[in-house]
């Protein structure tokens, strides 16, 4: 009995300190801190590596600082994709999850990844009619900026 009460302190005390992690992360998030909340983030991690929270705050800050980053945020961007996915797989009823994680792909250039998301959920979705406008706008912006480009393209080399 007396090693059960030492266990529930040592398992009480890795999720109050993966609480307080989480919110100095979210703290620093919100103030536009993204390095220091990556930080806490991943301290939350360690305490909870099976924690969908931290790796969603996670995959939010990483997509972030991929942000600022552009176009040298490819390994933020890498990091953002695993945690917002990984944070998908561990919540699969947080559509808050499923939804950061397919605009993501969006925004990514991961049409048919986001088209995977749009397959695999229900047409009685709620969110399924805005992601399949999503998706639908993406891919038409996409051919039209390639129409362009080759247009440009096959003017220059007229030139020359």
Do not use: C
Request: cysteine-free; hydrophobic content about 40%; proline content about 2%.
């Amino acid at each position: 009995m007396r090693y059960l009460s030492i266990l529930l302190v040592i398992f009480a005390g890795h999720a109050i300190g993966q609480q307080s992690e989480l919110a100095a992360g979210r703290a620093y998030y919100q103030s536009g801190e993204f390095k220091q909340a990556v930080a806490h983030f991943q301290l939350a991690l360690h305490a909870d590596p099976r924690s969908a929270e931290s790796n969603y705050w996670l995959g939010r800050s990483y997509e972030t600082l991929a942000d600022i980053a552009t176009p040298f945020g490819r390994k933020y961007r890498s990091l953002a994709h695993t945690h917002l996915t990984k944070a998908a797989e561990l919540a699969p009823g947080r559509d808050d999850y499923r939804s950061e994680l397919f605009e993501f792909l969006l925004d990514s250039g991961r049409q048919n990844q986001a088209r995977d998301i749009l397959v695999r959920s229900a047409e009685s979705d709620p969110d399924y009619e805005y992601m399949l406008s999503r998706l639908r706008q993406t891919r038409r912006l996409n051919a039209s900026l390639n129409a362009w480009l080759t247009k440009v393209f096959q003017l220059t080399t007229a030139w020359h």
